[in-house]
């Protein structure tokens, strides 16, 4: 299996890139085979997400982008495309997420790849990408199998050891990991996104103290989800448990998104759903 491990596909965010530099400095053989590339060099140098455009939105035949992140994205869809038969890209979130993998990739060697990290550390979770199973403008479209890794929460621009750590350790484990295990997908949890929910559209709304930092705890009917400064409450009345996640995402403040949603489930459940 050849690996392309990717870090700073946005650049403000260290970690995955102080990975790959760790990874490299260690040079030690593996079981499959990798090259590590710096995903967004000018942005990681300006320390900002993107120069022109998110570069994590530039691929395939979905992707959407401007400026520097265009010329990026075709530069990197010449160096990965066709030559890696998997995409490990390397993210933090300033959310309170802790140890997740996404799946937009339903693949064998995918699947097979986040329970295995699951195994190894059994606090991580795995989130099924509202966009799994089609084409999706993130890296992940650049080879047949993929994951991409969000741990946090961390501040924008910090290189945080412990995840560094952490993120070394697993990324080395799955490069010495043979495929060749099978899982009963009736037994692994998931978190399937479902939708994204979008602040209030009327006056200066917050997310409630009960939901911020509550990353992938359960919000029922009646739960208080948004407030202000008058005390007033927009509570949700939706008929199902919802989990959420990426609550108040730094990055997503620009496209006034509050939190992604997702229901609890198991992988062989989110698979049945998508196909």
């Known amino acids: ?41 000018k942005a990681y140098d300006l320390k900002k997400r993107y120069v022109d455009s998110d570069l994590n939105r530039a691929f395939g035949p979905n992707g959407s982008s401007k400026g520097y992140e265009k010329k990026r994205s075709s530069e990197l869809t010449d160096l990965i495309k ?15 997420m802790k140890f997740t993998v996404i799946l937009t990739r339903i ?13 190894q550390i ?4 795995i989130i099924v990408s509202l966009r799994a199973g089609n084409d999706c403008p993130y890296t992940s479209s650049l080879a047949n199998s993929a994951l991409t890794v969000e741990f946090g929460p961390v501040i924008n621009n910090v290189e945080d050891d412990k995840l560094i ?9 799955l490069l010495d990991y043979d495929f060749g295990e099978e899982f009963n997908y009736e037994d692994i949890e998931c978190y399937q996104v479902f939708g994204i929910q979008s602040y209030p559209d009327q006056g200066q709304w917050e997310i409630h103290k ?9 919000i029922t ?15 949700y009345k939706g008929p199902n448990t919802i989990y959420p996640l990426f609550v108040n995402e730094a990055a997503y403040q620009e496209n006034n998104t509050a939190m992604e949603m997702s229901l609890k489930t198991t992988l062989a459940n989110a698979l049945f759903k998508l196909k």
């Open 1 to 41: 299996m050849k690996f392309a491990i990717i870090g700073g596909t946005h650049g403000n965010e260290p970690v995955g890139i102080k990975t790959i530099e760790k990874i490299l400095a260690e040079n030690k053989e593996t079981l499959n085979s990798y090259k590590t590339f710096l995903g967004n060099p």
């Open 82 to 96: 066709d030559k890696f038969d998997f995409i490990l890209d390397l993210h933090t979130t300033t959310s309170n």
């Open 107 to 119: 693949d064998e060697f995918s699947l097979k790849a986040a329970c295995f990290l699951q195994k």
């Open 122 to 125: 059994p606090s991580l979770k």
């Open 165 to 173: 750590k952490t993120m070394f350790e697993l990324t080395t484990k």
């Open 210 to 218: 009960d939901i911020d930092g509550h990353d992938f705890d359960p």
């Open 221 to 235: 009917y009646g739960n208080p989800m948004f407030c202000n400064d008058s005390d007033e409450i927009i509570t």
